[in-house]
């Protein structure tokens, strides 16, 4: 049981990425807090048994990077949730190939943006009317400490998470003093099945840049997730919060 019980009784969430990692834990947090959630993912199968764990709402199968898919994925989800959408989390991400910039697969990089910025993008685009016009919101896009530092022979992972963090920053100072918040989340590489998408050798670089020695547990940045979504956070918009291990301090 969450030390949290009832934080967010009454509130409705969709959590993108919702079948596995991040979007998965940081969900099943929000439901056993309270909220109800609706999971999106492009992993139909994955999606339909994280449901059934989580408990969501219902589920909606989509590419992020599908502008009309995501809008069309909004209004379901507003009916499904009673009317309201008062959470996005934006956890939806892919690395993409692991090159040097002269080698790296344009096709790789073009995913990796659509998927990693233009998603989010979709997404906060489709989802902020439904919050302004309830006069509540939380927005959580998940970006990443490649965003802030950049990784060697990630550049289109590294370069898609800025690119979050700076839209965030716009959007927050937008919609500041209109009820809806929202700010990013810059992990350091923590236990998730997107590192199965990395070489070892990726992974072990990104791990001795940690001085905490170690990844990050899933839970941690979930945490984080959930006090960002919460009326708790309600003084801090166009901004970052890092579960970084100690590798950014700013």
């Known amino acids: 049981m969450s030390a949290y019980e009832g934080r967010f009784a009454g509130r409705a969430a969709v959590v993108t990425g919702g079948a596995s990692g991040l979007g998965k834990a940081a969900a099943a947090r929000i439901v056993a807090e309270?909220?109800?959630?609706?999971?999106?993912?492009?992993?139909?199968?994955?999606?339909?048994?994280?449901?059934?764990e989580v408990g969501a709402v219902t589920t909606v199968a989509l590419d992020v990077a599908d502008p009309e898919a995501v809008a069309s994925a909004a209004e379901i989800s507003n009916a499904a949730l009673g009317g309201r959408?008062?959470?996005?989390?934006?956890?939806?991400?892919?690395?993409?190939?692991?090159?040097?910039v002269q080698e790296f697969p344009i096709d790789s990089w073009k995913r990796v943006v659509d998927i990693n910025l233009n998603g989010v993008?979709?997404?906060?685009?489709?989802?902020?009317?439904?919050?302004?016009?309830?006069?509540?919101?939380?927005?959580?896009?998940?970006?990443s400490v490649a965003g802030k530092e950049g990784n060697p022979n990630a550049s289109a992972?590294?370069?898609?998470?800025a690119g979050v963090i700076g839209f965030t920053k716009s959007l927050g100072?937008?919609?500041?003093?209109q009820g809806v918040i929202a700010n990013s989340l810059t992990p350091a590489t923590?236990?998730?099945?997107?590192?199965?998408?990395?070489?070892?050798?990726?992974?072990?670089?990104?791990?001795?840049?940690?001085?905490?020695?170690?990844?990050?547990?899933?839970?941690e940045s979930a945490a984080m997730v959930?006090?960002?979504?919460?009326?708790?956070?309600?003084?801090?918009?166009?901004?970052?919060?890092?579960t970084s291990g100690g590798r950014t301090t700013y």
């Open 34 to 52: 309270g909220g109800r959630v609706v999971l999106w993912d492009l992993n139909a199968d994955t999606l339909k048994a994280a449901a059934t």
């Open 85 to 100: 959408i008062d959470i996005l989390v934006a956890s939806a991400g892919v690395t993409g190939a692991t090159a040097p």
């Open 190 to 219: 923590f236990e998730s099945p997107i590192l199965e998408q990395l070489p070892q050798s990726q992974v072990d670089y990104m791990r001795s840049k940690i001085p905490m020695g170690r990844l990050g547990e899933v839970e």
């Open 173 to 177: 100072k937008e919609l500041a003093g």
């Open 157 to 161: 992972y590294s370069a898609s998470k």
């Open 121 to 143: 993008f979709y997404c906060c685009r489709a989802v902020v009317p439904f919050m302004l016009r309830n006069g509540y919101g939380r927005i959580v896009n998940v970006a």
């Open 226 to 242: 959930c006090f960002m979504a919460s009326e708790e956070c309600s003084f801090t918009t166009a901004s970052t919060f890092d």
